[in-house]
Structures are given as structure tokens and as C-alpha cells.
């Protein structure tokens, strides 16, 4: 079984930062990509940020040079630095991890994150 877990949600004012972990464990696995996404109060879900295999990145461009995506392979962790946020940034922030366990290795699968609150107080 492979565990996903977040943290590192809250409450900050505008201006403020935050940074946001992703962190999988069991079964061998072996983190390949990942993503943010996130989920605001109307419902509306955004691809926050992207990281693929070989490093590269990619933001929405509400986000672009006030968030930086980035991961850790030895651990199978991701992260989101968010700086400059913004009231607009409030949301449930969720983590998906493309990656194998022992039994699947030679393919990819996505794990989600259980999400993590961010709000940002104006």
C-alpha cells in the first residue's frame, strides 16, 4: 500500500508564504512526476504546477514567479513553495504523484493527496 500524505496548509496573510509536502511511502514506490492542483470555495479546480521526471516545469500563469514546484526523489516527496500569496490563492491544495510500486514497475500510476487547506486572510 502506498501512503500520500500533505501537509503544510494554514492560514497566512497576503504577501506571506507557505510551503506544501507530498510525501509517499510503501510498497517500493518510486516517484516519476507530480503535480498540484487546487480546488477553490466555488469549486473550481486549477493545475497549479507540474514537475516531469527530467525536472522540467510548468505553472499556471496566476501562479508564475510567485511558486516554485520541486521534489525530492530519495525521499518521494513533493513540494510547492508558494510566496507572495494572495487572497485569490485560497484554496484545498491536493498532490498527485505519478510513480510504480514494486509490483508495477515498467508503468506509471497516479496517487493522490488527501489536500491541505491554504487560506490567505486579505
Known amino acids: 500500500q502506498v501512503q500520500v500524505v500533505e501537509s503544510g496548509g494554514g492560514l497566512v496573510q497576503a504577501g506571506g508564504s507557505l510551503r506544501l509536502s507530498c510525501a509517499a511511502s510503501?510498497?517500493?514506490?518510486?516517484?516519476?512526476?507530480g503535480a498540484w492542483y487546487r480546488r477553490t470555495a466555488e469549486n473550481a479546480r486549477e493545475l497549479v504546477a507540474s514537475i516531469l521526471r527530467l525536472g522540467s516545469t510548468s505553472y499556471a500563469d496566476s501562479v508564475k514567479n510567485r511558486f516554485t514546484i520541486s521534489r525530492e526523489n530519495e525521499n518521494n516527496t513533493l513540494y510547492l513553495q508558494m510566496r507572495s500569496l494572495r487572497p485569490e490563492d485560497r484554496a484545498v491544495y491536493y498532490c498527485?504523484?505519478?510513480?510504480?510500486?514494486?509490483?508495477?514497475?515498467?508503468?506509471?500510476?497516479?496517487?493522490w493527496g488527501q489536500g491541505t487547506q491554504v487560506t490567505v486572510s486579505s
Open positions: 510503501g510498497s517500493g514506490f518510486l516517484l516519476n512526476s
Open positions: 498527485i504523484l505519478y510513480g510504480s510500486t514494486w509490483q508495477e514497475r515498467g508503468s506509471v500510476h497516479p496517487y
